[in-house]
């Protein structure tokens, strides 16, 4: 009875993030829309998303926090990180989300779906002090570099910022533009 006990315990604590976590990488090619390497994980224990693109000077590193509704985006080669509200009516749940990844829909050509929803932020030139107030996973994703919140920007009048816009592209699913003046 008491190895059965052991045994059952040491198998819980071995498959429980092996069911919580889910990863997959997607090859960027001239033909893909993704430059570099892409990957997604999914943690459903701590209800967070992470893609990271590697692409030399341009790779880049977002997390998804469902549980404060804040997603951010970490800039390797601007030394930056931004941080905003996730839009709930274009960002995919935490679960669709883990459906396509375990269905592999977010490799290959793209899903075969609506074209990628365009996101476009201002970036507050104030830098974020107190990141503890941003949750726990981004704190630890941002800590160490100027951290900077932005806000989502309704409607089509970017033009005036076209020059100072970062842009990451996250599969075939959503366009981000991050506009605004920061120091480099």
């Known amino acids: 009875m008491k190895l059965t006990i052991v045994f059952a315990g040491l198998l819980g604590v071995f ?7 889910t990863d997959i990488s997607i090859g960027g090619n001239s033909n893909s829309g993704i430059s ?4 997604v994980s999914v943690n459903n224990e701590h209800n967070v998303a992470n893609v ?13 926090d469902y549980n404060t509704d804040l997603a951010a985006v970490r800039l390797f080669g601007k030394k930056k990180c931004i941080v905003h509200r996730m839009n709930k009516d274009a960002m995919p749940s935490l679960q669709t989300l883990d459906k396509l990844v375990k269905e592999k829909k977010l490799q290959g050509e793209g899903p075969g779906g609506p074209p990628a929803k365009d996101l476009r932020y201002s970036i507050n ?27 989502e920007i309704k409607g089509a009048s970017m033009f005036f910022y ?23």
């Open 52 to 64: 990271d693109n590697n692409n030399g000077w341009d790779s880049w590193n977002a997390l998804w």
């Open 162 to 184: 076209e020059s100072n816009c970062y842009d990451v592209n996250v599969w075939w699913l959503l366009k981000f533009s991050y506009c605004g003046v920061i120091e480099d």
């Open 125 to 151: 030139p104030k830098e974020v002090k107190d990141l503890s107030k941003l949750g726990k996973p981004i704190a630890s994703m941002c800590r160490g570099i100027p951290t900077y919140m932005a806000d």
């Open 15 to 21: 498959l429980t993030p092996a069911l919580a976590f």
């Open 36 to 39: 570099g390497q892409q990957s």
